[in-house]
Each structure stands twice: as C-alpha cells, then as structure tokens.
Nanobody, 116 residues
Framework: QVQLVESGGASVQAGGSLRLACSLSRNIMSGNAIGWYRQAPGKERELVARIMAYGMTIYEDSVKGRFTISRDDSANTVQLQMDYLQVEDTGTYFC??????????WGQGTQVHVYS
C-alpha cells in the first residue's frame, strides 16, 4: 500500500540536473500542501520546496530559481526538477505533507549526491 515513495536520486556532477518523483496515497495528497524535504549529512531535515493544493509554490532561498516543484493530482505524484545542482544540494530527499507533523510516517527517501 503506497504511502510515500520517493525515487529519482542519483550521483551527478555540479551544474547538472535531476528530476525526483514522489508517489503518494490519494488520501494523503488530496487537498494538502506537499513538500520536498532535504536532509544533508549530519544535519536536520529541512523543507526546501512546497506546493499548495491549488498550485502555489514556495521555495527555500538556497534553491530558488534552480528547483521547480509540480504536482499531478490525477496520478497522485509530486515532482521536483532540480537544475544547476550544487555540492550543497547533496542529501536524502523526502516528500511529505506540509507541515510534516500532519502527514504519515516518512518514506525511505531518495539519495542525491552532487560532486564537484
């Protein structure tokens, strides 16, 4: 039973691009803001991008202009297009409801490694 399943992470050179995908259960996605969270090695998990149920998007300053979040409610998926990747973008990426305390247990996440 799908709750939160993230995919698309990889190892990529700085300046490159990746597209992450999140599959969510319909009851989780419907009517909720969904976010992509990043946990860098040795750091706490942080919200980097969110998309409201009606489509408005909000980005953390360090990813503005480089990351694009989108959602497809018919397919129960949320994507994160990441361009001009930087070494500082390295981490494990998770998706969940915003705020996460209202969402289900975290998924496994997908690992992104950006090397110089």
């Amino acid at each position: 039973q799908v709750q939160l399943v993230e995919s698309g992470g990889a190892s990529v050179q700085a300046g490159g691009s990746l597209r992450l995908a999140c599959s969510l259960s319909r009851n989780i996605m419907s009517g909720n803001a969904i976010g992509w969270y990043r946990q860098a090695p040795g750091k706490e998990r942080e919200l980097v991008a969110r998309i409201m149920a009606y489509g408005m998007t909000i980005y953390e300053d360090s990813v503005k202009g480089r990351f694009t979040i989108s959602r497809d409610d018919s397919a129960n998926t949320v994507q994160l297009q990441m361009d001009y990747l930087q070494v500082e973008d390295t981490g494990t990426y998770f998706c969940n409801v915003v705020p996460s305390r209202l969402g289900p247990a975290w998924g496994q996440g997908t690992q992104v490694h950006v090397y110089s």
